[in-house]
């Protein structure tokens, strides 16, 4: 069963400070997803993550991913308010016996940036 | 590109009745479809996949005689809760695969009272 872990859950950091949230996964994966969740609203896609190695950057976010540790991570840089809202990290897996991607979810980081 | 629309956004009904959900790919068609479902302050839950032509695939855990799919078109998946009672309050986000991507839906949130 693919596990897909989040640390930290919870992270409450000041303006213009930069922090890493990590997403850990069990099995072997060849794609890696960030969404952001604002509340009451569903996912917006940030990064989709394909390779070892790779790197993708938007504005003060940076997600990267290593394939052989199976861990990515998802940067803020310089953090500013607008960006307070849940990370999450996805991973997806062919379905044995099919052809469906499912997608597994960590539980997210709830990202609140304080004045 | 790759709009997902769903309908209702919000819905309140009371205890007992059922309730349907319709996910919708604006712009592209979709064979597959997932169906989700998020408590507060948790993550996503896929519930059941959505296949255009076919019987839907449940997770475990899930009734597939309470939460009724029917994908009957390549850019239309329901969702019918069922006799719904107050636990089945949540928000609900379906997504739509093109190629191997998936696009999210806005969510229905439900309320049973």
């Known amino acids: 069963e693919l596990k897909v872990e989040q640390n930290p859950l919870f992270l409450s950091m000041q303006e213009g400070k930069n922090y890493t949230i990590y997403c850990n996964y069990s099995?072997?994966?060849?794609?890696l997803y960030w969404y952001r969740q604002d509340p009451g609203k569903s996912l917006e896609s940030l990064f989709v993550?394909?390779?070892?190695?790779a790197v993708k950057q938007e504005g003060r976010l940076m997600a990267s991913l290593d394939t052989k540790a199976r861990l990515s991570t998802l940067h803020i840089t310089a953090a500013v308010h607008d960006l307070s809202a849940t990370y999450f990290c996805?991973?997806?897996?062919?379905?044995?016996?099919?052809?469906?991607?499912?997608?597994?979810f960590g539980k997210g980081t709830l990202l609140t940036v304080n004045p | 590109g790759a709009v997902v629309s769903q309908h209702p956004s919000r819905v309140i009904c009371k205890s007992g009745t059922s309730v349907k959900i319709e996910c919708r790919s604006l712009?592209?068609?979709?064979?597959?479809m997932f169906w989700y479902r998020q408590f507060p302050k948790q993550s996503l839950m896929l519930m059941a996949t959505?296949?255009?032509?076919?019987?839907?695939?449940?997770e475990q855990g899930v009734e597939k005689d309470k939460f009724l799919i029917n994908h009957a078109s390549l850019t239309l998946s329901t969702l019918t809760v069922t006799s719904a009672h107050p636990e089945d309050s949540s928000f609900y986000i379906c997504?739509?695969?093109?190629?191997?991507?998936?696009?999210f839906g806005p969510g229905t949130r439900l309320l049973v009272l």
């Open positions: 712009d592209f068609q979709a064979t597959t």
């Open positions: 099995t072997t994966s060849d794609r």
């Open positions: 996805a991973v997806d897996k062919v379905k044995s016996g099919g052809s469906n991607y499912k997608l597994t």
């Open positions: 993550l394909l390779s070892n190695g």
């Open positions: 997504s739509a695969v093109l190629g191997r991507t998936q696009y």
């Open positions: 959505s296949n255009e032509g076919s019987k839907a695939t449940y």
